[in-house]
Nanobody, 124 residues
Framework: QVQLIESGGGLVQAGGSLRLSCAASGGTFSSHVMGWFRQVPGKEREFVAAIIRGGGSTYYEDSVKGRFTISRDNARNTVYLQMNSLKPEDTAVYYC?????????????????WGQGTQVTVSS
């Protein structure tokens, strides 16, 4: 059983930056594909970014490409999401997720473990 705890959310002005962290425990972190998703009230959870087990391959949702960077430190059992040039439409609760297996996945139903979420609010 993998436990995930996100941190780093907050309030930022448009154009600013935030770095989200997700600390994992209770499993073999390096054996999981890691992803970030976000959700606003009334909408389905949306894929943001994913990274394979070794960190050599990543994938991003189109609206965040060039602005967000996902990375992982397997020695620290932590995955990060660096968010730059933030926009008001990036406002959401951001969730960290872990998936057993080797393939990147962009659908929330393909992930096995979830954090509790961290709120990101971007003011205009």
């Amino acid at each position: 059983q993998v436990q995930l705890i996100e941190s780093g959310g907050g309030l930022v002005q448009a154009g600013g930056s935030l770095r989200l962290s997700c600390a994992a425990s209770g499993g073999t972190f390096s054996s999981h594909v890691m992803g970030w998703f976000r959700q606003v009230p009334g909408k389905e959870r949306e894929f943001v970014a994913a990274i394979i087990r070794g960190g050599g391959s990543t994938y991003y949702e189109d609206s965040v490409k060039g602005r967000f960077t996902i990375s992982r430190d397997n020695a620290r059992n932590t995955v990060y999401l660096q968010m730059n040039s933030l926009k008001p439409e990036d406002t959401a609760v951001y969730y960290c997720a872990a998936r057993t297996g080797v393939r990147l996945a962009m659908t929330w139903t393909e992930y096995d473990y979830w954090g509790q979420g961290t709120q990101v609010t971007v003011s205009s």
